[in-house]
């Protein structure tokens, strides 16, 4: 118990003082305005960030479940955990197919997980636009791809796998939600082949310090060609990470 007069008080207190003073901040744009199959920059800025704890982190919350950060890791389906260092090179891996807006949620939050500023931004994401005087399916087949269009009601049974899967591993069951991943992959949902390869793949499991689950690069590698072949933009880095077989 905290006594009002008493030196747990006062320190609160100065405590609060001093983040009144100095309130912090998110600056991120109002739009994000991108293409399906791309890479984009997801630019946030926190200030005052030399007055950010250091082990404070970003939450976004909002993004389609099957894109994907290029920093940070997946707490739940669409919700992401980005450290602070790790902002200047956050880009959004927007895979084949997808299109529509999205409101995010982006808030900063200590380490107790108290949440610091709130900010949001709203990512609108079109449909590919086939190149100048080619037919729209060219695109795909000059990269190597055969994305399949996949029905409303086959795109709605993948999504709903690939977040279960997501849930299964926000609990820490990367083997069970590596099989509704590969379901899901199976239906022809990139980021789901994506997501079974990683579960595989020895830097992926040593980035999220995984124990008790042996990596395997041959599988991590059918993985990632599938999710190649589906479109994912981000699956051609990950294989060349791979040692060679």
Do not use: C
């Not at 905290?2 to 998110?26: D, H, K, M, V, Y």
């Not at 955990?81 to 807006?101: C, E, K, Q, S, T």
């Amino acid at each position: 118990m905290l006594l009002a007069g008493g030196r747990g008080g006062a320190g609160l207190t100065q405590l609060a003082e001093a983040q009144q003073a100095q309130p912090f901040s998110i600056s991120v744009p109002a739009e994000l305005r991108a293409e399906a199959s791309s890479k984009v920059p997801l630019p946030i800025q926190v200030a005052p960030e030399a007055a950010v704890a250091k082990n404070s982190f970003v939450r976004i919350r909002g993004l389609p479940p099957i894109v994907a950060l290029t920093e940070g890791h997946a707490i739940a389906a669409g919700s992401w955990a980005v450290p602070l260092h790790a902002l200047p090179a956050l880009h959004i891996i927007l895979p084949v197919g997808l299109d529509g807006r999205s409101e995010i949620a982006i808030n900063l939050v200590s380490i107790e997980g108290a949440v610091l500023a709130t900010a949001k931004t709203t990512l609108i994401v079109a449909a590919a636009a086939p190149a100048r005087g080619a037919v729209a399916a060219q695109p795909s087949v000059s990269l190597g791809l055969t994305a399949p269009k996949l029905t409303p009601e086959d795109r709605e049974r993948a999504l709903a796998l690939h977040a279960k899967g997501m849930e299964l591993a926000d609990r820490g069951n990367i083997y069970a939600a590596r099989k509704f991943f590969e379901r899901a992959a199976e239906i022809g949902l990139a980021q789901s082949a994506v997501a079974a390869a990683a579960t595989y793949d020895p830097n992926e499991l040593s980035r999220l310090n995984v124990l008790g689950l042996q990596p395997d690069i041959e599988a991590a590698r059918k993985w990632y060609e599938k999710a190649r072949q589906l479109g994912a933009v981000e699956a051609e880095t990950r294989l060349r990470r791979l040692r060679p077989p």
